[in-house]
């Protein structure tokens, strides 16, 4: 996508951190090897006089102490490519989101083991292997090598869409899915909902602090003659994923709108109950975003509307591949058409704002379609089963334009 124009430098970040990681592969293994080895022979004989279990203990420390010195080492050299990759791409270094050495080594490991799902202890990334499935949706080989190599480079680098619910199929697009979990905890309620979001974390300030956030109610809007917006959406994979905050479906590449000139890649797509936007003051029953990316990195999230009324074909095959499990990803054996998804009337309200969850990051194109598709009770009973009520509420429009197609 955006890291295509610098593939060549982006290939010599991957050989370090390649170099990096196997050398601490083959530092780590040996060392694992040994302390294993000695819980074995302490546990077999318990009684080994005082001058052995003192050399043991020695042996150990010497082993402990190299452990850290090779895991400092790795994480040097991990965070100055990191930080490489990043400036390469005209980026800010994310510092305090730059990723555990140690759980790219984790997920190598996992990777060579064999392991079918692997999670990080960390609170802030989880790590997660997904094994191959027959007849699973697949997605072309090269996004997935270099998807996923960019977020073990520089996850923050994809900010926004990697976090949290509008979490990115970046990561969908890759056979070892990364995905940061938006470091701490936020919900839409309580200790943790969203007035305490601006304080959770230094990333999330934007939450408090930004002039341009979403959603808002959209009202007194200038009626002009406003582009259409040219959906290029096609039958496609896709998997679901429960991310704890909503049901989020990441679709395979190949999927595209374009605007005033501009073309994004539809990333993932996610619902919220209620509506997070509102239409003169008034709510919906759920509204969807369709979450797109440019490959400058720019943000456009289309929202569809849902008002009760009829079933929703593409809801349905949404709910018919839910998981089970918080986290766990199920690709579904069909193509979804997400022109099925759409309004026949097309026109939209637009306006500047932000991610409607942390990191609330800002920038982010929003284009609301002015006319609600209809849901079933059925199919809204469900998704309230899971998530009640999922919707930041309104913010300031603070003096921001909003325009409305005629
Ligand atoms: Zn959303």
Redesign the pocket.
Known sequence: MFFLSHRGSADRSRQVLRLSVACAVMCLLPLAQASTAKDDDSAAAPHHAPSAAAARRAAADKVAAEFADKADAVKTISAATAAAAAADLGNPVPRAKARDPMDIIRERLATRLGAASVRAPSDHAEVKVVSKEPGAAREPAAPKATSTRLAALAPGLSDGVLGG??ASALNARSAVAVRPVGGAHWSYEGDTGPAAWAQLQPEYSACGSGLRQSPIDIRDGIKVELDAVQFDYRPSGFRVIDNGH?VQVNVAAGNTIEITGKRYELVQF?F?RPS?ERIDGKPFDMVV?LVHKSVDGRQA?VAVLLDRGSAQPVVQAVWNNLPLEKGDEVAAKSPLDLNALLPTDRRYYTYMGSL??PPCSEGVLWMVMKTPVQVSPEQIGIFSRLYPMNARPIQSVSGRLIKESN
């Open positions: 619910g509008h909503t996610h919220h997070e975003h999230v409607s969850e």
